[in-house]
């Protein structure tokens, strides 16, 4: 009774993460990711071992009010983050980061909000949300604000 107890409690638990994984991430940049990075799986950082960072974050990174996506993931040795553009009914890939898993893993990945900041020595307006992906434990890192067609670092 207990082994049939715990495998429905582990089914339940495996259905759901893929219901939440498919709500995070839209289905066409799950088609792009399949296609062009075989074999890729969602990297959270390991930053902080009982609180998890997050692999995929959500904003309007181009000020068009439409949701577009930043996704951090490994395949093989190598790591990845891509943000998503809203484009039609599609998205457009800017990769921000590519680079190894272990280097891949040290990055919190989160959105910053419309705020002015001092970035690099600069004071920076943002219009809109901007991509951030600082070191664990550290200020080391920025952010990747979209202007004139691309993501620019700070």
Not at 65 to 84: H, L, M, S, T, W
Not at 90 to 103: A, E, I, M, R, S
Not at 122 to 138: G, H, P, T, Y
Request: proline share 3%; hydrophobic share 35%.
């Amino acid at each position: 009774m207990k082994a049939k107890l715990s495998l429905v409690v582990f089914l339940i638990f495996s259905f759901a993460g893929q219901t939440i994984f498919a709500q995070t991430v839209p289905t066409q940049i799950k088609r792009f990711l399949d296609r062009n990075y075989k074999g890729w799986k969602l990297q959270k950082d390991k930053c902080y071992p009982d609180s998890p960072g997050k692999a995929v974050v959500k904003g309007n990174f181009n000020g068009d009010k439409k949701p577009d996506y930043a996704v951090k993931f490994v395949r093989g040795k190598k790591g990845f983050i891509i943000a998503f553009l809203a484009q039609g009914q599609n998205y457009k890939p800017f990769v921000l980061h590519n680079t190894g898993v272990k280097d891949v893993q040290t990055l919190s990945l989160d959105i910053w909000t419309d705020n002015s900041y001092e970035l690099g020595g600069n004071n920076v307006r943002l219009k809109w949300d901007a991509i951030s992906d600082f070191r664990c434990e550290s200020d080391v890192g920025g952010i990747h604000y979209y202007r004139n067609g691309k993501f620019i670092a700070y």
